[in-house]
């Protein structure tokens, strides 16, 4: 099993731009596909980002392309999401995945970031 600690959620003004890190332990991360969703409140929770485990294909939800980047380091253990052009909608609570490869689903989360775009 893998545990996941997000870190580098914070307080931004709209325009902005923010990382967010994932530091991975109890198992290698190069094995998992890894990925990000966030929830806001009174939302339902939201698909963000992915990075496959091999060739690191990188899939995006449609709010967030062409502004946000994700990026993994296996070597480290990390998982990263560069956030740019920030605005209110983009605050919510961030989180950290990792895929199990027996159910093909999500299993793994950590306890998330706080995000919060000013205006």
């Known amino acids: 099993q893998v545990q996941l600690v997000e870190s580098g959620g914070g307080l931004v003004q709209a325009g902005g731009s923010l990382r967010l890190s994932c530091a991975a332990s109890?198992?290698?991360?190069?094995?998992?596909?890894m990925g990000w969703y966030r929830q806001a409140p009174g939302k339902e929770r939201e698909f963000v980002a992915s990075?496959?485990?091999?060739?690191?294909?990188?899939v995006y939800g449609e709010s967030v392309k062409g502004r946000f980047l994700i990026t993994r380091h296996n070597a480290k253990n990390m998982v990263y999401l560069q956030m740019a052009s920030l605005s209110s909608e983009d605050t919510a609570v961030y989180y950290c995945?990792?895929?199990?490869?027996?159910?093909?689903?999500?299993?793994?989360w950590g306890q998330g970031t706080q995000v919060t775009v000013s205006s």
């Open positions: 995945v990792a895929k199990n490869r027996d159910t093909n689903n999500y299993d793994y």
């Open positions: 109890g198992r290698t991360l190069s094995n998992y596909d």
């Open positions: 990075i496959t485990w091999n060739f690191g294909i990188t």
